[in-house]
């Protein structure tokens, strides 16, 4: 199956983070996102950022995210672990999981990859590929 969704950054909070004299910085932030669509819920995570400062010289980051919300009319949370890269001769991608063994009440059992996306227009929208697994906890 497959839900997409957009989602909106609603929270950004730095933490002390390293700023070397020489290289990318790397950055810690908290975020929370509101998400509308086939997943329709918000969360909260911890993301490790490089490069914020000029991302055309490349940058990347890793987040974990716990979602509360719903999916596929079943609620409960899950945990996205997700990632993505971009440079001069590197164009933008993402990439990300479901934790395995994440999920909670009616979503126990969720599996997943997910992918995102920003528009021209500067939306992001989440793909996410994703089944469940009976007796997976």
């Not at 929370?32 to 490790?48: I, T």
């Not at 974990?64 to 164009?91: K, N, Y």
Request: some cysteine.
């Amino acid at each position: 199956m497959e839900a997409k969704c957009t989602f909106h950054v609603t929270g950004w909070e730095p933490l002390p983070g390293d700023d070397p004299a020489e290289g990318p910085a790397l950055a810690r932030v908290v975020i929370r996102k509101k998400f509308q669509g086939d997943l329709d819920g918000e969360s909260a995570g911890e993301g490790l950022f490089c490069g914020l400062g000029d991302p055309e010289a490349g940058a990347g980051y890793v987040v974990s995210e716990r979602v509360t919300g719903v999916l596929a009319g079943r609620s409960g949370t899950f945990v996205l672990q997700h990632g993505g890269i971009m440079g001069p001769d590197t164009p933008p991608r993402s990439f990300g999981n479901v934790v395995p063994g994440s999920g909670t009440d009616e979503l126990t059992g969720l599996r997943g990859e997910m992918e995102i996306a920003r528009t021209a227009e500067g939306v992001h929208t989440l793909a996410l590929r994703y089944a469940f697994v009976e007796n997976a906890e």
